[in-house]
C-alpha cells in the first residue's frame, strides 16, 4: 500500500482522508502537512495521522503526493517539492482548480515525474464522491493504481482533454451545493407551510436520495422521461413544474454552471 501525504488541511482533504480511511486505507500510510496548526492538529488527532507543519517532512514520506490546497498556493507548496529526492519516482495528484499540468512541470522543474489533476467534490466523504481525473503521461500501473484509490471514495472518470476539467468543476466539484440550495430553499418553503419542522429535513433528503437512486436504477431512461413519471395532466406536479418554467429555471442552472466553469478558467488565466 502506497503512503500517501496530504499538503493541505481544508474541506477536501479532510474529505478525502475520512473517505479513505473509512473505505480500509490504512491511516499508518497517510499524513497531513500544513502550517494551519488548528486544522492540521484537528484532523491529525481525530484520525490519528502523522502530521507536519513542514510541508518537506511529508514530502519525503510519500509515495503519492496530494496537494490539496488553494491555486494561488501551489507555487509555494511546487517550490518546496522540487527539492525532494527521487521525485521522479513519486506521483503528484493536484486537486488545485485553474493550475493546470504544464504549469505544475514547470513550478517543479522535473518533466519526469507523473502529475494528475483530480477535481473531487465533497461527497467523497462518505465514499460517494465524482472525481474527474486527467494526466499528460502516466504508466498503467499508475493509472491503476489512481483509478483503485479514488474508486474508494466515489466514481472515477478519467477526461481526454485537460480543459475538460473547467466542466467537471461545473457539473460534480461545486454540484453539491446547487442541491444543497434546492433543499435549502424546500425545507424553508415547507416550514412556511406549516409542516413539522422535526421531520422536514429528513423528508427532503430521502426524497433527493430515492429519485438519486431511481435515476440511477433505470440508466436507460432520460430525466427528462422520469419526470414525465411524476406529472399528471393538471396535477400538483404541473403546477409547480409550471412556475418553474416561467421563473426560466433551466436557464438559470445552466447560467450558473457557466459560470463556475469560466470562473475556473479565469483562475487559470490569472495564474498560468
Same mark, same amino acid.
Given at each position: 500500500?502506497?503512503?500517501?501525504?496530504? /499538503?493541505?488541511?481544508?474541506?477536501?482533504?479532510?474529505?478525502?482522508?475520512?473517505?479513505?480511511?473509512? =473505505?480500509?486505507?490504512?491511516?499508518?500510510?497517510?499524513?497531513?502537512?500544513?502550517?494551519?496548526?488548528?486544522?492540521?492538529?484537528?484532523?491529525?488527532?481525530?484520525?490519528?495521522?502523522?502530521?507536519?507543519?513542514?510541508?518537506?517532512?511529508?514530502?519525503?514520506?510519500?509515495?503519492?503526493? /496530494?496537494?490539496?490546497?488553494?491555486?494561488?498556493?501551489?507555487?509555494?507548496?511546487? @517550490?518546496? /517539492?522540487? !527539492?525532494?529526492?527521487?521525485? =521522479?519516482?513519486?506521483?503528484?495528484?493536484?486537486?488545485?482548480?485553474?493550475?493546470?499540468?504544464?504549469?505544475?512541470?514547470?513550478?517543479?522543474?522535473?518533466?519526469?515525474?507523473?502529475?494528475?489533476?483530480?477535481?473531487?467534490?465533497?461527497?467523497?466523504?462518505?465514499?460517494?464522491?465524482?472525481?474527474?481525473?486527467?494526466?499528460?503521461?502516466?504508466?498503467?500501473?499508475?493509472?491503476?493504481?489512481?483509478?483503485?484509490?479514488?474508486?474508494?471514495?466515489?466514481?472515477?472518470?478519467?477526461?481526454? !482533454?485537460?480543459?475538460?476539467?473547467?466542466? /467537471?468543476?461545473?457539473?460534480?466539484?461545486?454540484?453539491?451545493?446547487?442541491?444543497?440550495?434546492?433543499?435549502?430553499?424546500?425545507?424553508? +418553503? +415547507?416550514?412556511?407551510?406549516?409542516?413539522?419542522?422535526?421531520?422536514?429535513?429528513?423528508?427532503?433528503?430521502?426524497?433527493?436520495?430515492?429519485?438519486?437512486?431511481?435515476?440511477? !436504477?433505470?440508466?436507460?431512461? =432520460?430525466?427528462?422521461?422520469?419526470?414525465?413519471?411524476?406529472? @399528471?395532466?393538471?396535477?400538483?406536479?404541473?403546477?409547480?413544474?409550471?412556475?418553474?418554467?416561467?421563473?426560466?429555471?433551466?436557464?438559470?442552472?445552466?447560467?450558473?454552471?457557466?459560470?463556475?466553469?469560466?470562473?475556473?478558467?479565469?483562475?487559470?488565466?490569472?495564474?498560468?
Amino acid at each position: 500500500m502506497k503512503k500517501l501525504t496530504f /499538503i493541505g488541511s481544508g474541506k477536501i482533504a479532510e474529505s478525502m482522508i475520512l473517505g479513505l480511511i473509512s =473505505s480500509q486505507y490504512l491511516k499508518e500510510n497517510i499524513c497531513i502537512c500544513s502550517p494551519d496548526e488548528k486544522s492540521r492538529t484537528t484532523i491529525a488527532n481525530q484520525y490519528s495521522l502523522k502530521n507536519f507543519k513542514n510541508n518537506i517532512h511529508g514530502m519525503h514520506i510519500g509515495d503519492v503526493i /496530494i496537494l490539496a490546497v488553494k491555486p494561488n498556493i501551489i507555487p509555494t507548496v511546487c @517550490s518546496e /517539492i522540487k !527539492h525532494i529526492e527521487n521525485l =521522479s519516482n513519486k506521483i503528484i495528484i493536484s486537486v488545485a482548480a485553474g493550475i493546470n499540468i504544464e504549469k505544475i512541470n514547470k513550478y517543479i522543474g522535473e518533466k519526469n515525474t507523473t502529475i494528475v489533476r483530480a477535481m473531487p467534490n465533497t461527497p467523497v466523504l462518505v465514499n460517494q464522491g465524482v472525481i474527474g481525473l486527467y494526466a499528460k503521461k502516466i504508466h498503467t500501473n499508475q493509472k491503476k493504481f489512481i483509478t483503485t484509490l479514488f474508486n474508494k471514495i466515489g466514481k472515477t472518470f478519467w477526461l481526454s !482533454h485537460e480543459n475538460e476539467l473547467n466542466g /467537471i468543476i461545473a457539473v460534480a466539484s461545486s454540484a453539491p451545493a446547487y442541491f444543497f440550495l434546492m433543499m435549502e430553499s424546500m425545507q424553508h +418553503a +415547507a416550514e412556511n407551510m406549516g409542516l413539522n419542522k422535526e421531520y422536514i429535513k429528513e423528508l427532503i433528503v430521502q426524497t433527493a436520495k430515492g429519485s438519486s437512486i431511481l435515476a440511477e !436504477h433505470f440508466q436507460d431512461k =432520460s430525466f427528462e422521461v422520469l419526470k414525465q413519471h411524476v406529472i @399528471s395532466k393538471g396535477g400538483t406536479t404541473e403546477a409547480a413544474l409550471n412556475l418553474f418554467e416561467k421563473y426560466n429555471f433551466k436557464k438559470i442552472i445552466e447560467k450558473a454552471m457557466r459560470s463556475a466553469a469560466n470562473k475556473s478558467k479565469e483562475i487559470e488565466c490569472n495564474l498560468n
